[in-house]
């Protein structure tokens, strides 16, 4: 009774375990083709794309990349480089736009008079983009562009 009844969980088990074990399993892919344990020179740091075009966004919440170098844009304790440019009080002299209301806000919502402590660290989430080939495809669809 009992080992008919775990018959078709059985069955559905194996399946699963088949369609994973299809799935190509590259791990060299994000390392190169190369063996990990073989060392190869390291392929030239590809220039960041530096065009000052601000990129449209593919979805709303995404944080838009940087379209500007940031080399040497130092982000410690006391100094926060970006915000010499992107703070509320210094865009009228930079042109940068003003990171936008929701860096003023903690995490109950209250807005503060300056960036919040979850926002300060800007390169968590913001990225300077490179002219290269994505290392792995990527699928992702603008929902507003599905043709
Ligand atoms: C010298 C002034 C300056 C500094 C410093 C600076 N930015 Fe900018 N940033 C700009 C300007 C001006 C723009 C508008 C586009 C352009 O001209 O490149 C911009 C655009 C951006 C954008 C695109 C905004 C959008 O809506 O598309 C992001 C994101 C950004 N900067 C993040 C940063 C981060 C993160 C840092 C620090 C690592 C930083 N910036 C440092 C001046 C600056
Ligand atoms: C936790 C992630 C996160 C951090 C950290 C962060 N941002 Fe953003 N940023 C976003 C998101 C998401 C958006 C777009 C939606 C929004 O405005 O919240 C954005 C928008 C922006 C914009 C565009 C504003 C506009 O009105 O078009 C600028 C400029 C910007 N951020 C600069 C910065 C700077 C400078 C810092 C560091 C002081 C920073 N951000 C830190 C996530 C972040």
Do not use: K, W
């Amino acid at each position: 009774m009992m080992a008919r009844r775990c018959l078709p969980v059985a069955v559905a088990l194996l399946a699963a375990a088949g369609a994973l074990a299809q799935q190509p399993a590259d791990p060299l892919q994000l390392v190169g083709q190369s063996p990990p344990t073989v060392p190869v020179p390291a392929p030239p740091v590809p220039r960041a794309v530096t065009d000052d075009v601000r990129r449209a966004r593919n979805y709303p919440e995404q944080p838009p990349v940087i379209p500007h170098a940031i080399d040497g844009y130092q982000i410690s304790l006391r100094n926060n480089q970006c915000l010499t440019c992107h703070a509320r009080q210094f865009i009228e002299g930079s042109g940068a736009p003003m990171i936008s209301v929701t860096h003023f806000m903690d995490r109950d919502g209250q807005v503060l008079a300056d960036v919040t402590p979850r926002r300060y660290f800007c390169n968590a989430c913001h990225v300077p983009q490179t002219d290269t080939q994505p290392l792995v495809p990527n699928t992702f669809r603008d929902a507003l562009r599905t043709r």
